[in-house]
């Protein structure tokens, strides 16, 4: 039921893109076809870095349905490099390792699987950055 | 005898960029000698990459094509083919080249497919990409082998089965940061491995994965290779083999006439395991993080069934301009977090509850 769904979001999902503003040059994410800043259209994709700073977080111990095999994972509100604020999933840290202002980046991870016999949806996950140099 | 063994294109082919992806957690084979042989046993290798649960072969082949493509740095667009080599493809039909592509900004004028062949599944994509970009139909093609392998619990394969991947852009030699010089194959029908449909684990004849199987198909290779090519092993800098432990690529390495120096940069297998289609090709990104402008270096895959892919390269001046331009090999090993037995079966999945 969710194929359709699943399948109009993936270039988002996948692999952060969202739009920029063509007239105040804001960067927009998720892509909503009208700039936040100054309320004109939007519509040109633009591929984030993928890097920022955790805002803020959660550690999630009882998950709700569908999710409850990766219990304790920790949600976070990170802020992009661009600007935007972003909710996602952390990975690859441990939930008591995780620190406000902590330097992160996207990947792209397993989100759950619809089932045995169904999709598995991929998306957009955060973790602590392994490149230093750039 | 005037046979036409070696592999060229007719354009000439090399590696525009690479990159690898070692999953965090680790494995000590110890802990599975402690739960299956009371501690008593000969370890094959000191540890191996565990996946953690929300990654798959398409995870793992997505971030090494990202490094690979921060590398090349091309747009992804001018990417012709997606081809990943793995025996752990997350769908049993629908192609792991599809969400890589487009995950990597490349869908949607490509070719994207899965390639099977054992642990050299990878290889032989990226043959297939020399070929791609060598007859001039395309720029650019990438090839991947990303692997999750599983060993049956308490099975020898338990010990090294792994999950690792690396990626390939394969393209104009003027623009690489390594030349294909030539790449030679060499396939027989070996039954030394093996999984039917539906089963989960792989079946493996104990006597037959040495001498028939492995050796005899690596050397082979090697050997054709560099003879045709005039070279000995003195002309390498480097050399890569397929690596299932530890003992099989320093045999094989003995065997043909290389020094443990050439081969200690490439051999990743004590630390991770047997990556699978990653194996020889991970080795490869490390040897291309530290290798120099003018090193030649020898890779020789192996997949059981059996077959080995081998290839002749030799870094150019663009490699240690490019390659900071993504993780080191070396890093993703380092990062590191290790699990005990139990973790390692949830992980896994290969608890069942009832
Ligand atoms: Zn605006």
Request: glycine letters at 10%; aromatic letters at 10%; a neutral charge.
């Amino acid at each position: 039921m969710e194929l359709p769904k699943n399948w109009r979001l993936r270039k988002q999902r996948y692999s952060m893109v969202g739009e920029i503003c063509e007239k105040c040059g804001a960067r927009i994410f998720p892509p909503r076809d009208v700039c936040p800043e100054c309320s004109k259209p939007a519509a040109t994709p633009y591929t984030f870095s993928g890097k920022g700073t955790v805002y803020s977080y959660a550690t999630v111990f009882q998950a709700p349905k569908g999710f409850e095999e990766y219990v304790p994972y920790t949600v976070a509100m990170v802020k992009l490099e661009e600007g935007p604020m972003v909710a996602a999933q952390l990975t690859d840290v441990d939930h008591d390792e995780v620190k406000i202002g902590m330097p992160v980046e996207m990947v792209t991870r397993k989100l759950y699987e619809e089932g045995e016999e169904g999709l598995i949806v991929y998306g957009y996950k955060f973790r602590p950055r392994i490149h230093k140099s750039n | 005898m005037g046979e036409r063994r070696l592999l060229k294109p007719e354009r000439q082919v090399g590696i525009t960029g690479y990159g690898a992806y070692i999953p965090r957690y680790r494995l000590p084979a110890s802990e599975i000698a402690r739960i299956w042989a009371g501690g008593a046993v000969g370890l094959p290798v000191k540890e191996k990459a565990v996946p953690g649960l929300d990654e798959d072969a398409a995870t793992i082949a997505i971030e090494a094509a990202r490094n690979a493509l921060a590398r090349a740095g091309i747009e992804p667009g001018l990417i012709r083919a997606v081809w990943v080599g793995s025996e752990s493809h997350p769908y049993a039909v629908k192609p792991t080249g599809t969400i890589v592509a487009e995950a990597i900004g490349a869908t949607p004028h490509i070719q994207a497919a899965d390639w099977e062949f054992a642990c050299k599944a990878g290889t032989e994509a990226f043959q297939a990409a020399i070929a791609f970009v060598g007859s001039g139909m395309a720029d650019y093609a990438m090839a991947i082998g990303a692997d999750t392998a599983q060993g049956r619990p308490g099975d020898a394969l338990e010990y090294t089965a792994a999950a690792g991947g690396a990626a390939y852009i394969l393209g104009p030699a003027e623009e690489s940061l390594a030349i294909v010089e030539a790449s030679y194959s060499f396939v027989t029908d070996t039954p030394d491995f093996f999984r039917r449909p539906y089963q989960h684990y792989p079946q493996h004849g104990a006597r037959f994965t040495g001498e028939p199987a492995y050796f005899r198909h690596i050397l082979t290779a090697a050997q054709t290779l560099m003879e045709e090519l005039g070279y000995t092993p003195a002309d390498y800098a480097y050399a890569v083999f397929h690596q299932p432990n530890l003992k099989f690529p320093q045999t094989a390495a003995k065997k043909l006439g290389f020094t443990p120096d050439q081969i200690k940069d490439g051999l990743l297998v004590d630390e991770i395991g047997n990556t699978y289609a990653g194996s020889s090709l991970l080795g490869l990104t490390a040897v291309l993080d530290v290798a120099q402008p003018g090193d030649r270096i020898l890779l020789v895959s192996f997949g059981s069934g059996a077959g080995s892919d081998a290839f002749s390269l030799i870094a150019t001046e663009e490699l240690p301009k490019r390659r900071n331009l993504a993780p080191f090999t070396r890093q993703y090993i380092q990062r590191r977090k290790e699990v005990d037995y139990g973790l390692y079966v949830r992980y896994r999945r290969k608890l069942e509850m009832h």
